[in-house]
């Protein structure tokens, strides 16, 4: 089955809400197994609209982790100059309690906006695993497909022993290029717009 033609059809359907008919392929490559597979960290790694919202979340974890240490750094100054008082004196002990607060205070903060952040970043997945999903039914659906799998298409490097170990455990060890979906459901969710024209007899 030719990809680019299935991503034609498909993507050229959606895009002017075409409700996708039942299917219609006689017998391709893909609907015959009724089973296809996608590569779903790939996607999510290189899909443009999830990708640019989740380096801007980077961006601001990694912004206050700059912060954090800012902070870090003027308590510091702050344990350095209780050395100049007494123990036990009353300047001592508001020293001692500057410090407390400052720690507390910076702690309960970075907590929340680190929650804040993880809130942001799990809605950004769960909407983008949402769009994804519909999408892979559709083609499904159009294709007669019953069971769609999750893979991953990483490949060994011997210079990267974790890559090796991935690799032993992957549940899929061969698969045929005509049953992935993944290039497919990646250039709808990149919103590709591709123009719609019969091609059903292409699809062979």
């Known amino acids: 089955m030719r990809t680019d033609s299935l991503l034609t059809l498909v993507l050229g359907a959606m895009a002017i809400g075409w409700i996708l008919p039942q299917p219609c392929l006689a017998e391709t490559k893909t609907s015959a197994g009724k089973f296809a597979i996608i590569d779903v960290a790939y996607i999510f790694k290189n899909a443009a609209s ?22 870090q750094q003027e308590m510091v100054k702050e344990a350095q100059a209780i050395k100049a008082f007494k123990p036990g004196s009353l300047q001592y002990a508001q020293q001692e309690e500057k410090i407390a607060a400052l720690e507390a ?14 809130s942001a970043e799990a809605e950004l997945y769960f909407a983008g695993y949402q769009k994804m999903h519909q999408i892979v039914s559709q083609i499904a659906r159009y294709n007669n497909i019953d069971l769609v799998l999750r893979y991953d298409s990483e490949s060994m490097d011997l210079e990267k022993p974790d890559t090796v170990l991935r690799s032993v455990m992957k549940n899929v060890v061969y698969r045929r290029d005509t049953i992935d979906l993944t290039q497919i459901v990646l250039a709808a969710l990149d919103k590709t717009q591709v123009a719609a024209k019969p091609v059903a007899s292409e699809l062979r």
């Open 105 to 118: 205070s910076l702690k309960l903060e970075v907590f929340r906006r680190r929650k804040s952040l993880a």
């Open 50 to 71: 999830i990708k640019a919202e989740v380096e801007a979340i980077e961006q601001q974890m990694a912004e206050l982790q700059r912060y954090g240490k800012a902070k």
